[in-house]
C-alpha cells in the first residue's frame, strides 16, 4: 500500500489566478511529486511538472511557452521519449488528468448523463476524449457515521479491457469523496480522509 497526499491551493502565476494541485506519493520515503496550475477562469494547464524517485531527473512543462525543461541527468533514450510525447502534450486545449478534483465538482449531474471530457496526462502523449457516465447513487459514510449521499460516475476505457474508474461525487457539494481505479489487475482507491475506507 502507499499513500497519497493531495494538496488544492489558491494562488497566482504569471499574473494569473490559478489552482495549484500538488500530489506526494509514498511508500515508506517519497517516490513520485507532482505541482500542476490551473488556470481559475478556464480550468486550462498553464504549468506541470513531476518528478519520479527511479528516474532521479524532474520534467517541467510550460503550456503557455509551450516548452519542456528537465532538472537532473537524463538520458538520450529517456530525453526523445520525454521529447516526443510531451510535444504532444503541450498542442491545444485540453485538460488534464490531474483536475478531476476541480472539474467532477461542477458537473451538472443527472442519473444516466455521459460527460466527454479531453483530457491529457502530460508527457504521455496526445489526448484523449473520455467518457464519465452517471450510473447512480449511493450513500457512504463518514467517520462519525453520518451518512452523505453521492453521485456515482463510471469511466470505462476501450471495449475489451476490464479496467474501470468509480468515483462517489458528493450530492451536496460535489467533492470527490471516494475513487475505486481496477487498472491491469489492480485495484487502487483514493479517499477523503473524512470518509470510512469502504
Not at 488556470?39 to 532521479?56: A, E, I, P, R, V
Not at 471516494?178 to 489487475?185: A, C, E, H, I, V
Amino acid at each position: 500500500m502507499f499513500l497519497l497526499n493531495t494538496y488544492i491551493t489558491q494562488g497566482k502565476y504569471s499574473n494569473k489566478d490559478v489552482y495549484s494541485v500538488e500530489e506526494r506519493w509514498e511508500l515508506d520515503t517519497i517516490f513520485y511529486t507532482s505541482l500542476t496550475l490551473f488556470s481559475k477562469l478556464s480550468f486550462s494547464t498553464l504549468y506541470h511538472s513531476y518528478w519520479w524517485k527511479d528516474t532521479g531527473y524532474r520534467t517541467d512543462y510550460d503550456f503557455e511557452k509551450r516548452s519542456i525543461n528537465y532538472e537532473g541527468d537524463v538520458n538520450d533514450s529517456s530525453f526523445e521519449t520525454n521529447c516526443a510525447e510531451g510535444q504532444a502534450s503541450v498542442k491545444g486545449y485540453e485538460y488534464n488528468h490531474y483536475s478531476d478534483l476541480l472539474i467532477f465538482p461542477i458537473l451538472p449531474y443527472r442519473l444516466h448523463r455521459t460527460f466527454l471530457i479531453k483530457f491529457n496526462d502530460p508527457g504521455y502523449g496526445k489526448s484523449q476524449v473520455l467518457e464519465y457516465t452517471v450510473a447512480g447513487t449511493e450513500n457512504i459514510k463518514t467517520c462519525s457515521g453520518k451518512l452523505l449521499r453521492c453521485w456515482i460516475i463510471e469511466h470505462k476505457p476501450i471495449s475489451g479491457f476490464n479496467d474501470y474508474q468509480k468515483f462517489w461525487i458528493s450530492a451536496d457539494t460535489g467533492e470527490v469523496l471516494r475513487q475505486l481505479d481496477y487498472l491491469g489487475s489492480m485495484y487502487r482507491y483514493r479517499v477523503k480522509l473524512m470518509i470510512h475506507p469502504w
